[in-house]
């Protein structure tokens, strides 16, 4: 990695609003190609604060393989977003070429109608079934840390949300005891084609972190959790979006102003150019 481009990737890195106001400036390929040079991750933390019609035009410019990488580091909302605003080719093909662990939760919410609970909801989060002992749940929890969601959600065998617990009864519960009876049951829940307006007036909302998405048998597909619930009500409440620069603030200018000059100075040197790997 050149010098010019290390630094915009660091820049872009450490402010990635400011990074998705300076790229959505620019022609759809050669911000495309910037994004194909980064890291996934980088460019992941980028792209989910770009505007997604800009995001998912560079995700259709990129080799599919790069796509694939950078949508697989993506939050699960935001990628089934920007898919959803790609052509129905370009986001089959980028599906195709993801680790079928990735490409499953996300076929899954691509079922369901875009602003409904089921398109945001996150299928990957946590579960246990009701008869497990709590000693095999701590030691699966430990394995699995990174799918909880506030809480663990309580299954029957048949799939059926029967309760919930959350980490802090769980580590307390005798270890030998089995999840019923550490378990809770007065959590709501919300139906997945419960459009995004309903979803922010849920009363539960007012006792919960998250909630679980329940088809009409009561069979857990996932959980929706706070995080997005902000989300949803600052899209209701946001104004016109800010001018780059916004974050970084006057002691960064220096930064901001290198930052800029060599991500520009890389997209100028190489528009135009082929690459390796592109379609």
């Known amino acids: 990695m050149n010098s010019d481009l290390l630094i915009s990737s660091q820049f872009i890195d450490a402010h990635p609003v400011d990074a998705a106001g300076i790229l959505e400036q620019l022609p759809i390929e050669d911000t495309a190609a910037f994004l194909e040079e980064v890291s996934p991750r980088v460019a992941a933390g980028v792209m ?9 035009k560079c995700l259709g410019r990129m080799g599919v393989n790069r796509a694939a990488g950078i949508v697989g580091s993506l939050r699960l909302e935001i990628a089934s977003l920007l898919l959803r605003r790609s052509d129905d080719r370009t986001g089959q093909v980028i599906l195709e070429a993801m680790p079928r662990d990735l490409a499953e939760p ?17 299928p990957r989060v946590f579960t246990l079934f009701e008869d497990s002992y709590v000693k095999e749940a701590v030691k699966q929890l430990r394995k699995r840390p990174h799918h909880l969601i506030y ?7 048949d799939q059926v949300f029967t309760g919930y617990t959350d980490l802090r009864e769980l580590m307390l519960a005798d270890p030998n005891l089995r999840i019923s009876s550490a378990m809770q049951t007065d959590m709501g829940h919300l139906s997945p084609r419960l459009h995004r307006t309903a979803i922010l007036v849920h009363p539960d909302w007012h006792r919960f972190h998250a909630l679980p998405v329940l088809n009409e048998k009561g069979v857990f597909l996932g959980a929706l959790g706070y995080q997005t619930l902000r989300r949803l009500q600052h899209e209701e409440n946001r104004g016109p979006k800010g001018e780059p620069g916004t974050e970084a603030g006057t002691a960064l200018a220096e930064l901001y102003r290198i930052g800029v000059a060599g991500l520009l100075k890389w997209v100028a040197s190489t528009a135009g150019s082929p690459r390796e790997g592109g379609r």
Not at 48 to 56: F, I, L, N, Q, V
Not at 106 to 122: I, K, Q, Y
């Open 48 to 56: 989910e604060r770009m505007d997604s019609m800009t995001a998912a």
């Open 106 to 122: 996300l076929r899954s919410v691509l079922d369901f109608p875009e602003g409904t609970a089921g398109s945001l909801m996150d």
């Open 151 to 157: 809480y663990v959600y309580v299954l029957n065998r």
